[in-house]
């Protein structure tokens, strides 16, 4: 039977403060184990939290950014379950009066401009990290906390019920993704845990009114495990509802390794989370200019930027997207562009070899130098250099930074041109080589490439093949 | 008020991971049902027009720069942990296990 997919998202993101949201511990992601604590962020009686002013304009700057209403007023909670991941046994989090209310997120879908909208976003203390002995988190027999990662701020956004496919929640979260990676609130590294993601799923016949029953989804690691995990999700519950069976709901794991979900016992009232107001906390009061102020600031968003590429550059959409969907090389295309006038061109070369030369060679785009790269592009359009010396020397600059217009008067990379240069090592090639000279005057014309290929030899690849090839016809024809 | 305050206290109990004897059971019980009874009481006054309030003192929150500050040293930070491997606190394994080890 066919089911309609009912799929809401909730999303963690690590906030890009240098310290914690209510001490001054480092939030550095690669420290020694317990080595960023301190007694507010431990818990230790009598410490108490105060608010890190960066990350609550971070939050802000988010909110905004997804068109999420801020609110004036509102307030943290203590929401209280016992895990090890805390040291405190409760989390600093925001239950009925959360930082901003509603919102939404646009971005291109396959069938054109899709829209999701949100329920809130709101700001809480990240938990500490747990690593479990054994194989999997089943076969664990103890496990080891290690707490710098505790009170880092955390920002949850939390989708509407509208995601309808593993496809279209992998597409929600790469632009959730991208937004928040211009608007430079979270450098969104899902690898790193950086960027997390929880998905409610349940399915109901076409038409219906009523939601089903829901699953909840988590240990989704990658982009792609998050499209495979509701994919697999909306098998299972089929197979369930098709046989006349019911969802329970319940929590599952994505198991990455055999690609499936894996109920784990649900919790003994484990909803029962006792939130009540975080008494050390004066509940939180921004005023309309600090907004305002922020909202001034805004960076250029996905979307903006895109219709940018498309109109300011006269872009094709497939370049302009790919640009758009990498910050850093968007930002190097506009630099480039700023002293180099053909766009098209440019565009064809950066998201082609270029970005061929930065995986290859594991650089980013922010350590190419725009004047370089419009140097190397100059070169070749004004006829000095040919198309392959002129991707050598894109590999130098990427590898080494060294300036083409310098490599090519250091090496001699000038090409060679005109038929005063050429036409004697043309002549030179037709004397050496006469066998292979009578075999095209007999009908063979596909021998011309070998001669070719002698004469570009013979001007260390620095000609242009299309030249060398008039002269060669035209000397064979004598 | 209808509430089997004796069934209140195991679930509040439970969720805290507190064990209670019989005797701390009652003594719970009956200060759970002398604060209820004190919450009844204060419902009943006319709040109509007064805003709801989480602090009692009205003052704007308080905020830092973002600076990083010295941690405490490895040596206190693990001081009160029970049981320690290298420098990681080390505790019993809290997920349960799967339902259904066969997945589903």
């Known amino acids: 039977m066919n ?66 209403e801020v609110q004036r007023g509102s307030r943290f909670d203590r929401k209280n379950y016992f895990y090890p991941d805390l040291p405190k046994a409760y989390q600093v989090s925001q239950y009925d009066r959360p ?128 499209e495979m995990a509701l994919d697999y999700e909306v098998g299972r519950q089929a197979k369930l509802l098709d046989a006349g069976s ?48 922020l909202a001034e600031k805004m960076p250029e968003l996905p979307r903006q930027r895109l219709q940018r590429l498309l109109e300011q550059y006269g872009l094709d959409k497939e370049a302009a997207v790919l640009l758009t969907a990498n910050p850093g090389l968007s930002n190097l295309f506009e630099e480039t562009a700023g002293i ?51 991707k050598e020397l894109l590999s130098e600059m990427v590898q080494r930074g060294l300036s083409p217009k310098k490599l090519v008067e250091d090496r001699g990379l000038t090409m060679i041109s005109g ?34 290929g002698k004469v570009m030899d013979l001007t260390g690849g620095r000609a242009d093949p299309g030249e060398i090839n008039r002269i060669l016809k035209d000397k064979l024809k004598d | 008020m209808g509430i089997d305050f004796n069934r209140e206290v195991d679930r509040v109990a439970r969720l805290a991971r507190l064990s209670l004897d019989p005797d701390e059971k009652k003594h719970m019980a009956d200060q759970l049902s002398d604060i209820l009874e004190t919450a009844r009481r204060i ?15 009205n003052i704007p929150v308080a905020m830092r720069e973002d600076e990083v500050k010295p941690s405490l040293p490895l040596s206190k930070v693990l001081q009160n942990a029970p049981r320690r491997e290298n420098d990681y606190v080390k505790v019993p394994r809290v997920t349960p296990p799967a339902s259904n080890e066969e997945g589903k």
């Not at chain 1, 890009?16 to 007694?39: V, Y």
């Not at chain 1, 108490?48 to 609550?56: D, G, M, Q, S, T």
């Not at chain 1, 921004?286 to 102020?293: G, H, P, V």
Request: glycine share 6%.
């Open chain 2, 43 to 57: 419902q009943e006054l006319d709040t109509s027009g007064i805003e709801p309030t989480s602090h009692v003192i």
């Open chain 1, 340 to 390: 180099y006038g053909r766009y098209k061109d440019l565009a064809n070369w950066i998201q082609g070899d270029l970005l061929y030369q930065l995986r290859e060679q594991g650089k980013e785009p922010v350590e190419i130098n725009p004047n370089q790269l419009a140097e190397l592009l100059k070169l070749l359009d004004e006829g000095v250099i040919n198309r392959p010396v002129a």
């Open chain 1, 246 to 293: 019911i969802v329970v709901q319940e929590t599952c794991h994505w198991d990455e390794v055999n690609k499936r979900t894996i109920s784990l016992r649900d919790k003994e009232e484990s909803s029962d989370y006792r939130y009540f107001p975080e008494p050390d906390l004066m509940p939180l009061q921004l005023n309309n200019s600090f907004i305002e102020k």
């Open chain 1, 99 to 226: 930082l901003a209310r509603g919102g939404y997120l646009e971005f291109e879908a396959d069938s054109g401009v899709r829209r999701v909208g949100l329920e809130r976003v709101h700001l809480e203390e990240e938990a500490g990290k747990l690593q479990h002995a054994g194989n999997s988190i089943y076969q664990a027999e103890y496990s080891l906390v290690d707490y710098n990662r505790a009170g880092i701020p955390l920002l949850e956004i939390v989708t509407a019920p509208q995601i309808h496919s593993g496809r279209e929640a992998r597409a929600f979260l790469e632009n959730l993704r991208l937004t928040m990676l211009y608007a430079g609130v979270s450098d969104c590294k899902m690898e790193e845990g950086s960027l997390r993601c929880d998905a409610n799923i349940s399915l109901r016949p076409p038409g219906s009114d009523r939601f089903g029953t829901k699953a909840e989804v988590k240990n989704m690691n990658s982009f792609r495990s998050v």
């Open chain 1, 3 to 68: 089911y309609e997919v009912v799929i809401g998202l909730e999303i963690h993101l690590e906030l890009q403060t240098i310290s914690k949201l209510f001490c001054g511990c480092s939030t550095a992601f690669d420290r020694e184990p317990n080595t960023n604590c301190c007694p507010v962020c431990l818990g230790l009686p009598g410490s108490l939290p105060v608010f890190n002013k960066r990350a609550i304009e971070l939050a802000v700057i988010a909110a905004l950014a997804l068109n999420s």
């Open chain 1, 419 to 452: 038929p005063q240069k050429l036409v004697p090592l043309v002549e030179q090639v037709i004397a050496d080589n006469p066998e292979a000279v009578e075999s095209y005057q007999k009908g063979k014309k596909k021998v011309i490439g070998f001669l070719l």
